[in-house]
């Protein structure tokens, strides 16, 4: 009687997976080639932006930033235990002693570097100078 109860409970948990996968595959998003829409807004040491916009696969800004160097965008920086650390944009270097190269995701500061800071479709970050007061 109890091994008809599990095979019972096996089964009913089986098919409950079964429908879960079902429902999954019939709803998920399609992957396409640029299907992540960024806006990189560029804000530099006297206050001018630079707007850029790249349609990607990218899973992290890093790999998104590479591709906007067709449009005009430049960056470099140091490896670091945390990742890319970006000094220079579009050829100005912030000394990091009075001002560094601040980066925005959706208004918020972004918790991550370049190389392990995620994107998702509808991004806007930004690149800011800031000074260090």
Do not use: H
């Amino acid at each position: 009687m109890k091994n008809r109860k599990y095979l019972y409970m096996i089964a009913v948990l089986a098919a409950v997976i079964a429908l879960m996968l079902a429902v999954y595959s019939a709803n998920k998003p399609d992957v396409t080639v640029g299907s992540k829409a960024l806006a990189v807004t560029v804000t530099d040491d006297g206050g001018y932006e630079t707007q850029y916009f790249v349609n990607t696969e990218a899973e992290y800004l890093k790999q998104a930033l590479d591709e906007l160097e067709e449009q005009g965008f430049t960056y470099s920086g140091e490896d670091g235990d945390y990742g890319t650390y970006v000094n220079t944009v579009n050829g100005i270097k912030a000394d990091n002693i009075n001002a560094y190269w601040a980066f925005y995701v959706n208004g918020e500061y972004c918790n991550y570097s370049i190389d392990f800071q995620p994107v998702y479709d509808g991004d806007v970050f930004e690149i800011v100078y800031e000074e260090i007061k």
